[in-house]
């Protein structure tokens, strides 16, 4: 809205400029309003929707409601929201066929402090003199961009389902950022029978063909529980816990072509001390990332060997989470129809590529030996307090995910 204020009369050269200015302003408004229009699509829309629900992991009830809410709309044939907020819906074609999956995490980082209110935001940038628009908001890129595209993809197989056989189920779960497959395991009673899976994680709509696991080890070094005054270098945990750092340091950093430096990381401490006695015991919070090549056993068998080396028998060595590494199989057809799909939609050629996430497409080969491919929309180092995609990117993403099921089924 403008306001004009009554000022001091104006001479005619002042009258004119200030007639420009107005106009200028009016087509700038009218120009923005376009663009803002054309690009408020339903995606667009559904995206922003999605990442103006807050979804911190474990709390993801709302955005539940809200998937199982736009799969009703859709018109899923079957939905169902399991205890833990899980969302599994069925999208059925006239014909009986091969079954294919979309699978993504409905959680996000908790909001920054620093952060304002959850807010979507659609703004026009400068890429390198390219005009593009991208969408603003915590969770953007992982995972909201994601579900939005997948949701889209599934509203659009809807509205032709005389043309694809058999059945699009969407698997949204939980519990993501804990890495420990806690969702899809969840659900693995309702994901086991597929065909093929699209699991989401942000790859600029290349495919993924490998990721690395997650394990996060702890590690509870026990001590004698003496009196401050008391000083025993031998039975001090705190000493032990030095020796312990030492050793796990002197293990080889892995230089990896793919994926970079790999290697022990100690992440966090917990210990419980009672003044004025020494505690009895630390946990070591360690975290290791797994190559596609490597066993969870070669890596704790690192870790023994330094509890061996220091003749300790009390320290206790313990997995607390564990998320496969992802290596793609016997997926020659599904990469063939990918690349065809993303070089029509895209006009690139696809890259194949590995990432340095986890991803639940792991848990999928691995526990439930369903074969599988990763690809969407954004970049990971987008992820942040200024977290965004490009509405370009997601839109594509879209017109993938349903240009790869009309082919695949048909």
Not at 120 to 144: S, W
Not at 180 to 192: A, C, M, Q, T, Y
Request: hydrophobic share 35%.
């Amino acid at each position: 809205m403008y306001i004009f204020k009554k000022t001091k009369k104006l001479s005619g050269n002042e009258k004119l400029g200030q007639k420009l200015i107005i106009k200028k302003n009016l087509m700038i408004c009218f120009i923005g309003g376009f663009i803002m229009s054309k690009n408020k699509s339903y995606l667009v829309n559904l995206l922003c929707k999605l990442i103006e629900i807050e979804s911190p992991t474990c709390c993801e009830n709302n955005i539940a409601k809200i998937i199982a809410e736009t799969m009703n709309d859709i018109g899923f044939d079957e939905i169902c929201t399991d205890n833990n907020f899980n969302v599994v819906g069925d999208l059925k074609a006239s014909n009986n066929g091969k079954t294919l999956l979309f699978l993504n995490h409905s959680d996000t980082s908790p909001i920054y402090p620093e952060q304002k209110p959850l807010k979507a935001e659609l703004i026009k940038t400068d890429n390198f003199g390219k005009k593009e628009m991208i969408i603003r908001g915590l969770g953007t890129v992982a995972p909201k961009a994601g579900i939005a595209a997948m949701l889209d993809a599934t509203r659009r197989l809807s509205e032709r389902r005389h043309d694809w056989k058999g059945c699009v189920k969407v698997a949204v779960v939980t519990k993501g950022l804990n890495a420990n497959h806690d969702g899809p395991r969840e659900v693995s009673h309702l994901i086991k029978d597929i065909d093929f899976a699209i699991t989401d994680e942000p790859s600029n709509n290349n495919v993924v063909i490998a990721t690395r696991g997650i394990i996060r080890i702890k590690v509870t070094i026990y001590g004698e529980s003496t009196h401050y005054a008391i000083p025993k270098i031998k039975s001090n945990v705190f000493y032990k816990l030095g020796k312990f750092l030492e050793n796990l340091k002197d293990i080889p950093i892995i230089q990896d072509n793919d994926f970079g430096l790999t290697g022990f990381n100690p992440i966090n401490l917990d210990l419980k001390e009672t003044s004025p006695l020494l505690p009895k015991w630390i946990n070591l919070i360690i975290d290791r990332r797994v190559l596609p090549d490597e066993s969870t056993e070669e890596i704790i068998d690192q870790i023994d060997s330094i509890k061996k080396k220091m003749g300790e028998d009390k320290i206790k060595i313990e997995i607390i989470r564990k998320m496969y590494p992802f290596k793609a199989k016997d997926v020659n057809q599904e990469k063939k129809i990918f690349k065809n799909v993303i070089s029509t939609t895209t006009g690139k050629e696809p890259k194949e590529i590995a990432i340095h996430c986890g991803t639940n497409a792991g848990f999928l080969t691995t526990e439930l030996n369903v074969r599988s491919l990763v690809i969407g929309p954004g970049n990971l180092e987008n992820i942040g307090l200024n977290e965004n995609v490009k509405v370009e990117s997601l839109k594509n993403a879209s017109d993938i995910y349903y240009g790869f099921a009309l082919k695949y089924l048909c």
